[in-house]
């Protein structure tokens, strides 16, 4: 998060990335960028997001914000013409990988919505001692998919502890 104290402070503030070997930052169509990874024999994997620029005033304004890319250094620069200062600017990201979060996009939400019953319900059949709270598991996930898909929207499911979330933009396309 950057703080923007007066209109003397600067406007725009880089944030250089390292990012994985073989990892980009591809634009997305919500105003951010997917931290993206091609597989071997195709294919592309979203490990993260960064999420579509924001900065308010101290009036809680929203301002004018946009990002550029130049190699590895992610630049937000805000426009403060009639801010009321302090002015904060936070380029949000999160990270698959680090943060421990499945982001799953809308078919694959959507396949979750109309298959994922099925399989909480065999697997909490099976005897054994773990079985019944993965089927509930299963079932809770499946129950958020089927309300994200009837949303337009898709889940992403935190582990350790597994909660599912419904959420737009970025890998939900």
Known sequence: MVT???DKAPTAHGFTLDLPEGAELVPNDQGGYDIAKRLPGGGTTVMGQVDAPWAKDATGKSLPTRYTLDNDTLTQSVDTD???F???ADPHYTWGIVTGTIYLNRSET???AQNGGIVGTIVAL???GITKPAGATIAYWTWEAQGADRAGQCVNIKVPHLKANRYTGGYCR
């Open 4 to 6: 923007l104290k007066s």
């Open 82 to 84: 009639g801010a009321v």
């Open 126 to 128: 099976i005897p054994a």
């Open 86 to 88: 302090p002015v904060v």
């Open 110 to 112: 959507r396949s979750l």
